[in-house]
């Protein structure tokens, strides 16, 4: 019997709908522009409304900028909101908004810990709860970017704080799973990787101490956390386009992407 043309919608029409959530750089923003190369409908969604009109100019396909601060409710509602007014609905969710803090444990502070889980927990189901009415009516997909640290590896040290931000990120993910079932719902656990060129570049560690970042990767790298290899950014806008090509006839509830041992890193820091 051959499918509806509403179970059809995702898997058949390029012209998917998606919100990308973190889209004024590094990831987020190679994620959307690589979606709206295929064919999709973009919005840009974060802070930095400058930075997300370039990233729509860029993108093309009448892609959209739109403001969205993820620990703000109102915010989140009002952007969503908009979003499905432009879009005339909306059928996925990326989220890639992540920080993370480079300290032992016992050092990060009441206030950093307030802001991981802020960002990277709080401000995913934040969002979430904008986005769902509008999935659930298109039976959509939201995906989540999450760390191989909080999954298929063990925490990296000095960065403890993060992993286990990522590993709650995930338990959220299950418990959205749980509660709205005709969402697909999908934790993509990423790798390291340096994004694009220009705003695409990540700026995950941007305010990080730089030399305190070169004797930690040193240290990742003698020790195993690092295998010195970093997953290109357009290989992860293809996965995350092939999940969103799942459609409501299925999805994906986990996925891993790492990169392969290489010297990637070496070559970056120039060592």
């Known amino acids: 019997m051959p499918p509806s043309d509403e179970r059809s919608r995702i898997s058949d029409d390029p012209s998917i709908r998606v919100a990308v959530v973190g889209a004024s750089a590094g990831l987020g923003r190679c994620i959307g522009i690589g979606l709206a190369a295929k ?11 400058d930075r997300l009109e370039n990233a729509a100019k860029e993108a093309g396909n009448n892609a959209a900028a739109v403001a969205c601060d993820v620990t703000d409710e109102s915010s989140c509602q009002r952007a969503f909101a908009e979003v499905a007014d432009t879009f005339g609905g909306l059928d996925a969710l990326v989220y890639t908004t992540g920080m993370g803090v480079l300290a032992p ?3 990060v502070t009441a206030e950093q810990w307030a802001q991981l889980f802020a960002t990277n927990v709080t401000g995913a189901s934040l969002v979430t709860a904008a ?7 298109n039976a959509g997909t939201a995906v989540y970017l999450s760390s191989l640290s909080a999954s298929y590896s063990t925490p990296w040290p000095l960065l403890g704080a993060y992993a286990v931000s990522k590993a ?5 993910v299950e418990a959205w799973r749980i509660e709205h079932p005709n969402i ?18 990540t700026e995950f560690n941007k305010t990080w ?3 305190a970042l070169d004797t930690a990767i040193r240290f990742w790298m003698e020790h195993g956390y690092m295998q010195g290899g970093l997953v ?3 290989h992860l806008a293809e996965v995350v386009h092939s999940v969103l090509r799942c459609g409501n006839s299925s999805f994906i ?4 992407l790492a990169p392969r041992p290489a010297d990637a890193v070496k070559e970056l820091r120039q060592w």
């Open 39 to 49: 064919g999709a409908r973009v919005a840009f969604m974060a802070r930095r409304k």
């Open 105 to 107: 444990l016992a050092d």
């Open 131 to 137: 986005a769902a009415p509008h999935l659930a009516a």
């Open 168 to 172: 709650a990120l995930d338990k959220l």
């Open 184 to 201: 697909g719902f999908t934790r993509l656990a990423v790798g390291d990787s340096f994004g694009g060129s220009g705003d695409s570049q």
């Open 209 to 211: 101490d730089p030399a």
């Open 232 to 234: 290109d950014a357009d």
């Open 253 to 256: 509830p986990y996925l891993t």
